[in-house]
C-alpha cells in the first residue's frame, strides 16, 4: 500500500492566477496519476506523470493549462494554470504500484480548489 | 469505447436494509473490475476488486460483489447496511494489461439510522 499526501489541501484562487499542487508518496511508486472531480461527477483523469518524461495527457487537456512535474519515484506536482471558476474541482493524485501487479490506486486526499 | 455505468447516483436506505449497486462496463477483451469507497471526509480506498476465478469476490466491511460476464455486469451488494456505510461508492475498470482505469459517475449511499 502507498500513504499519499497533498498540498495545500484547499485554496480559493482569483481568476487568472496558477496554482501548484503537491502530491508525495511515503513510497517509490511507478505510476502516478492526476485526476479531477468536479462537484457532483466522477473522477477524470487529467494525466500520468511519468518520472523523468513528460506526462502523457487525456483528450482534453493540454500541458499549457495542467504542467505536471515528477522529478523522481515519490513526488509530483500538477500546475493549474490561468485559472477560471470552470476550474473549481477537487484535484487528486494516485498512485499504483506496477511491481505489485495487483491494479490497485490508491489516492491521496485530494485537493479543493475555488477559483473566483 | 471503454465505458463503466453506474445505475444509480443517490440512495437513501434505512439500517439492516439490503443494498445492491448496480455497474455496469463495456470492454473488449479482458477487464479487472474495482469499487471504490469515500467515506465523509476520506480519501477513495478500495472496497474489493475482481481480477479472475470466483465471480464472487467479498471486499471489507461485508460487501461483495458478483461478476456476471454474460451481462457486462459487477454489482455491489451487502445484507444488511449500517449508518457507518454512508459513502460515494464508485465502480471502476481497467483493461488486463493497461493502464488507465476508468470510474462510474458513483453512488452517493445515505444510510439512515
Known amino acids: 500500500s502507498a500513504v499519499i499526501s497533498q498540498k495545500p489541501s484547499r485554496d480559493i484562487c482569483q481568476r487568472g492566477t496558477s496554482l501548484t499542487i503537491q502530491c508525495q508518496v511515503d513510497?517509490?511508486?511507478?505510476?502516478m496519476f492526476w485526476y479531477r472531480q468536479q462537484p457532483g461527477q466522477s473522477l477524470t483523469l487529467i494525466a500520468t506523470?511519468?518520472?523523468?518524461?513528460?506526462?502523457?495527457?487525456e483528450s482534453g487537456f493540454v500541458i499549457d493549462k495542467f504542467p505536471i512535474s515528477r522529478p523522481n519515484l515519490t513526488f509530483s506536482t500538477l500546475t493549474v494554470s490561468n485559472m477560471s471558476p470552470e476550474d473549481s474541482s477537487i484535484y487528486l493524485c494516485?498512485?499504483?504500484?506496477?511491481?505489485?501487479?495487483?491494479?490497485?490506486?490508491?489516492f491521496g486526499p485530494g485537493t479543493r480548489l475555488t477559483v473566483l | 469505447a471503454q465505458s463503466v455505468s453506474q445505475h444509480n447516483h443517490h440512495v437513501i436506505l434505512s439500517e439492516a436494509a439490503s443494498l445492491e449497486l448496480g455497474c455496469n462496463y463495456s470492454?473488449?477483451?479482458?477487464?479487472?473490475l474495482f469499487w471504490y469507497v469515500q467515506y465523509p471526509g476520506q480519501h477513495l480506498q478500495l472496497l474489493l476488486k475482481?481480477?479472475?476465478?470466483?465471480?464472487l469476490v467479498k471486499g471489507i466491511k461485508g460487501f461483495e460483489a458478483e461478476f456476471i460476464k454474460s451481462k457486462f455486469s459487477f454489482n455491489l451488494r451487502k445484507p444488511s447496511v449500517q449508518w457507518s456505510d454512508t459513502a460515494e461508492y464508485f465502480c471502476?475498470?481497467?483493461?488486463?494489461?493497461?493502464?488507465?482505469?476508468?470510474f462510474g459517475a458513483g453512488t452517493r449511499l445515505f444510510v439512515k439510522a
Open positions: 494516485s498512485v499504483e504500484d506496477a511491481l505489485e501487479r495487483t491494479d490497485t490506486q490508491y
Open positions: 513510497s517509490q511508486v511507478t505510476m
Open positions: 506523470a511519468n518520472q523523468g518524461s513528460e506526462a502523457t495527457y
Open positions: 470492454y473488449g477483451g479482458t477487464v479487472n
Open positions: 475482481y481480477f479472475s476465478g470466483d465471480p
Open positions: 471502476a475498470g481497467k483493461r488486463t494489461g493497461g493502464f488507465k482505469t476508468i
